[in-house]
């Protein structure tokens, strides 16, 4: 029995969120278009565990969720912090939000050609495309609960344009598995998922912060690491 429904729908479900975040924001509803890209995300994280589940796999299915995604994570961010911050900014606003989308694209197109290797390591070769579309998603959850305002443009375009690089970086971040893996990292997930419960917004936008500095920093470290032991040679 052909099972690639199943996941394929949740993919679906995940568009529709997409699709529903960018009419909210066209609404002016920001926060709400904010959490509709969460919740997309955590779709995304489903759909493809639900497919190796049920034996549901197909290469359908995994260029079904790449453009998904890059609706999801590379467009409707995009409007929503052309419409929230940048709707003054004329030309240099549209150059800002398309960061997001060219970026989120190459990410995509590099992971369906790298991803057997990715898989491998244990290892994402750049920022995903979910953990910037949160972080940006976050900070807009994350002003209007904190500030009650939409927060500042400038450090709005900060956010976007360095999110869009560290995606098409060669920098890696760590899978999900190998977090909830490895002692105290899941130990750390736990209390992540608990203070998501207690502080929401405000929680989501400084573990998805502290991911991606941790990936940052850690790949700083090897770099300088690696200068060292060359030099010393």
């Known amino acids: 029995m052909n099972r690639t429904w199943i996941p394929n729908s ?4 995940s568009v529709f969120l997409g699709y529903l975040s960018i009419m909210y924001t066209f609404q002016g509803y920001f926060v709400t278009a904010a959490w509709l890209i969460v919740l997309a995300g955590i779709l995304d994280s489903m759909d493809g565990k639900i497919a190796r589940k049920v034996n549901g796999c197909s290469k359908f299915g995994s260029y079904f969720d790449s453009l998904a995604d890059a609706i999801n994570y590379g467009v409707a961010p995009a409007l929503l912090f052309q419409r929230a911050y940048f709707s003054n900014w004329t030309i240099l606003g549209s150059v800002v939000t398309f960061l997001p989308i060219v970026c989120s694209a190459i990410r995509l197109a590099r992971f ?14 750049g920022l995903p495309t979910t953990v910037a579309a949160g972080l940006l ?32 970086s060669a920098i890696p971040y760590e899978h999900n598995s190998i977090l909830t893996r ?52």
């Open 112 to 125: 369906n050609v790298l991803a057997e290797e990715e898989e491998k390591d244990g290892f994402f070769v």
């Open 182 to 233: 490895r002692g105290w990292k899941g130990l750390l997930f736990l209390l992540a998922v608990v203070t998501l419960l207690l502080f929401q917004g405000r929680a989501l936008f400084a573990w998805v912060a502290l991911y991606v500095t941790y990936g940052l920093i850690r790949s700083l470290l090897h770099t300088f690491r690696d200068l060292e032991q060359r030099t010393s040679i």
């Open 10 to 13: 949740v993919t679906a479900l």
């Open 137 to 168: 998603a976050g900070f807009v959850i994350f002003m209007n609960e904190l500030m009650k305002s939409d927060g500042s443009p400038t450090l709005a375009a900060v956010l976007m344009a360095g999110s869009s690089l560290l995606m098409v």
